[in-house]
């Protein structure tokens, strides 16, 4: 999860004997394919799509001669394809309809925009092609680690090549739309120091499990607003002592993904709960995570580290943020 999730949607022409349109005949089915297939047990452990999860598609039709720009392409273009699911297909070698198959229009031009995965929930997902606006009402992020998902979602910068008349349709080289996934959420890592103390919990305290997310590329918009449900998410439940170096408490492989939010005054706490090793009593720490100067705690697409060490009097928290990279935050427990 170092980087943007690159994908290549490869438009694979395969024989079929249907059509998908009562208005254009078939002239082969749209299929997706990443640039490199490669399985991952979560999409935020690499750059590449993992094999095993799917997403959805909106694409819209224009009657555009091949190579027209996105900026030339009809604001008023037709509904072509509604958020239908795309996934592995029974060979594992391409990403097709799950539902039905679907094809080519015969003439014009399509331009594709989608979000990943199908299982994500919120009330709509919705992407208006006239203002190029992504739309995600009331999304909602388990508080079980296990469950959560990594939310992306790609804008449609390219269109496809729809007039295939006189390419090899066995070279997907030639017919390539390649995508870029955002990532949504924020991934927060929690690591912690060598220490005589036996760590025995980790839980973020006022989280924000659901809310509202609008992007805008055209406007340089990207925000979540509308927070709510404010709820308690574990993050690791044990007994540790780390006797060399450093170690990441999670429960899972996937990391720990939360929706981005704001940080009023007392809102998010970092909980730990440790025992010492002197007298085998266990204390609990707490400490409010405070936010960067636009107020937010959690940026989308972002990686934040908390490494914790174990001081003697109070627990410090040294946030520092960038664009898209590793965000380390350093917290001495005094």
């Excluded at 973020?204 to 709820?231: C, M, Q, V, Y």
Aim: charged share 20%.
């Amino acid at each position: 999860m170092k980087k943007l999730i690159i994908i290549a949607l490869i438009i694979g022409f395969a024989s079929a004997c249907t059509k998908s349109s009562i208005r254009y005949e078939q002239p082969g089915e749209i299929s997706f394919r990443p640039v490199t297939a490669m399985t991952t047990k979560a999409a935020i452990s690499g750059t590449t799509y993992p094999e095993d999860s799917t997403f959805n598609v909106w694409a819209w039709w224009g009657d555009v001669p091949e190579n027209t720009s996105l900026s030339k392409f009809p604001s008023g273009a037709e509904m072509y394809l509604n958020k239908r699911p795309f996934g592995k297909d029974e060979n594992g070698n391409s990403w097709v309809g799950l539902d039905v198959p679907y094809f080519w229009p015969t003439r014009g031009s399509l331009v594709f925009a989608g979000y990943s995965p199908v299982s994500a929930k919120a009330q709509n997902f919705s992407y208006s092609w006239s203002n190029k606006t992504m739309t995600i009402t009331a999304y909602e992020q388990s508080t079980d680690i296990s469950k959560t998902v990594d939310l992306m979602w790609f804008d449609v910068t390219e269109r496809s090549y729809t007039d295939n008349n006189n390419k090899n349709a066995q070279d997907e080289s030639v017919n390539g739309v390649p995508v870029v996934f955002k990532h949504l959420l924020s991934w927060l890592t929690f690591k912690f120091t060598k220490s005589d103390n036996i760590i025995t919990g980790v839980e973020l305290l006022g989280i924000e499990t659901k809310a509202r997310f609008t992007s805008s590329p055209a406007a340089g918009t990207e925000n979540w607003t509308d927070h709510t449900d404010s709820s308690t998410m574990p993050v690791w439940r044990g007994s540790e002592k780390i006797t060399d170096g450093e170690k990441v408490l999670e429960s899972t492989d996937n990391g720990v993904l939360v929706i981005p939010q704001p940080c009023t005054a007392e809102h998010v706490q970092l909980q730990i709960r440790y025992k010492t090793s002197e007298t085998g009593n266990e204390n609990t720490k707490t400490v409010y995570l405070t936010a960067g100067a636009d107020g937010y705690i959690w940026k989308p697409g972002k990686h934040y580290t908390y490494t914790i060490t174990f001081g003697q009097n109070e627990i410090l928290v040294l946030p520092d943020v960038t664009d898209w990279e590793t965000v380390t935050v350093d917290i001495e427990v005094q």
